[in-house]
């Protein structure tokens, strides 16, 4: 930047502004819907995420403290952009989207080898051993937003 050179300053500085007023939520929206049997997605994932009434398999906190390097990245490249002229919303954006595949992942990898196994009388009941994966509806919720804070 050229000591003369203000606009970029200025754009910095406003970019800064609406982040400091922005927040990145990861997770299931209140209005996700149900399953077919009438159940609620958010109280399924909610029971799973804190472990009410059911073994904790943490889809959102754990897998983001499990994989905070990447979201470390994702952050700093954010800044980096933004320092360059970039615009906040759509970094936020970029994490956001970061966050979601880190939740989503976690499906895959049973909490980043965090979840307790299913008992062998659940996997004979729905046909498979996959934890937290009937339908597909719980990890396709999964989802992210950038709000005003």
Known sequence: MKPNDTTLLKNITKQMEIAKKTAI?????????AYNNGTSILQVGTAHEYGLGVPRRSFIRVPMDKQKSIINKALKSGFESVLKGGDTIQNLNKIGLVAQNISKT????QGFGTWQDITDETKEKKGSSKILFDTGRLVQSVTFWVVKA
């Open 25 to 33: 939520k990861v997770g299931l929206a209140s209005d996700v819907g």
């Open 106 to 109: 976690s499906f895959k990898n």
